[in-house]
């Protein structure tokens, strides 16, 4: 059992003296020190109380090595993304980190889509994708970075590189949210949602090139949601997507004309 251990890290990671907790939670400082160093272990009822204080489950707290968690499973963890606690269907998503356990930020290019189908929750193909670092991003948060393809997103060229962050509460996610959606079926799609997961269950796509209809995905579809942070892309955003678009609708419309005629005759 890890509680010992898991109570001087939350503590501390609140700041918090042996006396500061101990008045916090209406006990004496040696029982509190009894308890972090596994002299003595709190009867049912304390447990509670470390659980309602820290909102964390017993469980969690009791049989999970919190040691071993990343800086941002720990956040999202005091957050209140505890999936004992939420009783929602969270996973602990698969990661690497480095020497420093901090955490990297992995790169599915455009060759690798087809193996996160699959891989996505292996570690071994987690571990295989490139890894690197942006400086300039919250390292307590959980990033990974994917190629796109397509024109449905333009003027953010084919090719470009979106990364997202890890969104572990999809009822979190605001109406507008550019967003990368990864279902079984689809894959990896990068769209303008609308989040209607309480209404219907579902979040309605949006392409910003509007000769893409918007089309809804059932969360039940879902594995995971990384909220659009940058683009990075070698390409200017083309200046000519208006005329871009209109000739793709004259030509759909030339393609309809053709099929009408066909059936006429």
């Not at 690497?96 to 071994?124: C, H, M, Q, R, W």
Request: hydrophobic content about 40%.
């Amino acid at each position: 059992m890890y509680f010992s251990s898991n109570l001087r890290l939350l503590r501390k990671r609140k700041s918090l003296t042996q006396d500061d907790l101990a008045s916090i939670l209406g006990i004496k400082r040696p029982t509190l020190n009894n308890y972090e160093n596994q002299i003595s272990m709190p009867p049912v009822d304390m447990l509670v109380r470390f659980s309602d204080y820290f909102g964390i489950s017993i469980d969690t707290l009791v049989r999970i090595n919190l040691e071993l968690l990343s800086g941002s499973q720990l956040g999202e963890l005091e957050n209140g993304y505890d999936v004992f606690v939420r009783g929602a269907r969270l996973r602990v998503l698969t990661a690497t980190v480095g020497n420093d356990n901090e955490e990297n930020i992995e790169l599915v290019p455009e060759k690798a889509k087809a193996g996160y189908l699959t891989g996505f929750s292996d570690p071994e193909y987690i571990v295989s994708l490139p890894v690197f670092r942006l400086p300039f991003l919250d390292n307590a948060r959980k990033y990974r970075t994917f190629q796109i393809s397509g024109d449905s997103m333009l003027p953010i060229p084919p090719g470009a590189y979106i990364t997202g962050e890890f969104v572990r509460d999809w009822l979190t996610i605001k109406d507008g949210q550019a967003c990368i959606i990864f279902t079984l079926n689809d894959g990896l799609s990068f769209k303008i949602v609308e989040n209607h997961i309480k209404e219907k269950g579902v979040l309605r796509c949006h392409s910003l090139n509007s000769l893409f209809e918007p089309y809804d995905v059932s969360v039940s579809d879902i594995r995971e949601i990384w909220k659009f942070v940058h683009f990075i892309s070698s390409e200017l955003p083309s200046g000519h997507i208006e005329l871009d678009q209109i000739l793709r609708t004259l030509n759909g419309i030339q393609h309809d004309v053709g099929e009408l005629k066909n059936k006429l005759l």
